[in-house]
Nanobody
Framework: VQLVESGGGLVQPGGSLRLSCAAS????????MSWYRQAPGKERELVAR????????NYADPVKGRFTISRDSDKNTVYLQMNSLKPEDTAVYYC????????????????WGRGTQVTVSS
């Protein structure tokens, strides 16, 4: 199983970045996918989440209206489009496949990527 994030980097305030997370080794289309972030000295926090069928999304309040999560099941990839970036968005961003249990009780474990650094600074 692999989740590989890419697209991070250094950007000026007000700029944009698009993060990608390429998944392999599990049934990507069955999983809710999420982006989390962790800033230095802070706990990891949920940024955005998308359902397995892309029929719902939700966002943390600090990023609503600026970030957009999407997925492409043909490419087994989830994206995070980040616009109007602020210095407080600086963090390591992680992709996660959320664990779940089916109607028979079979548990499908969660998976994490290793993260990609996003730095917003002038």
């Amino acid at each position: 199983v692999q989740l590989v994030e890419s697209g991070g980097g250094l950007v000026q305030p007000g700029g944009s970045l698009r993060l990608s997370c390429a998944a392999s080794g599990f049934t990507f289309s069955s999983y809710v996918m999420s982006w989390y972030r962790q800033a230095p000295g802070k706990e990891r926090e949920l940024v955005a989440r998308i359902s397995s069928a892309s029929d719902w999304t939700n966002y943390a309040d600090p990023v609503k209206g600026r970030f957009t999560i999407s997925r492409d099941s043909d490419k087994n990839t989830v994206y995070l489009q980040m616009n109007s970036l602020k210095p407080e968005d600086t963090a390591v961003y992680y992709c996660k496949a959320e664990g779940w249990r089916d109607y028979r009780g079979t548990y499908y474990p969660a998976y994490w990527g290793r993260g990609t650094q996003v730095t917003v600074s002038s």
